[in-house]
Nanobody
Framework: QVRLVESGGGLVQAGGSLRLSCTAS????????MGWYRQAPGKQRELVAS???????TYADSVKGRFTLSGDNAENTVYLQMNSLKPEDTAVYYC??????????????WGQGTQVTVSS
């Protein structure tokens, strides 16, 4: 069983910053990709940023230059530093992990979600 635990959401004014963290625990042989998605009311869930086991990152165009994703492989943890937040960043943010299990089966997991609200 793999579990993703998220923290760091909250309410912030436009222009402010928040830092999200997500830690994966359980029976994991290797994490391939970890990242953050978000879903605003009435919209589809979208990728915000992801990082591979090798450290390669991908960002949504809407957050490039404002958000930074980093990872700690030893701790199976990723951090999303969000700066210059805008009201349109308001959403529930979900952590996601693509992992190899001990039997080398590959699976995908989601966190419970954390609310980020940016006031104007």
């Amino acid at each position: 069983q793999v579990r993703l635990v998220e923290s760091g959401g909250g309410l912030v004014q436009a222009g402010g910053s928040l830092r999200l963290s997500c830690t994966a625990s359980g029976s994991i042989r290797r994490i391939n990709v970890m990242g953050w998605y978000r879903q605003a009311p009435g919209k589809q869930r979208e990728l915000v940023a992801s990082i591979t086991n090798g450290g390669s990152t991908t960002y949504a165009d809407s957050v490039k230059g404002r958000f930074t994703l980093s990872g700690d492989n030893a701790e199976n943890t990723v951090y999303l530093q969000m700066n210059s937040l805008k009201p349109e960043d308001t959403a529930v943010y979900y952590c996601n992990a693509d992992v190899f299990l001990p039997n080398w089966l590959r699976d995908n997991y989601w966190g419970q979600g954390t609310q980020v609200t940016v006031s104007s």
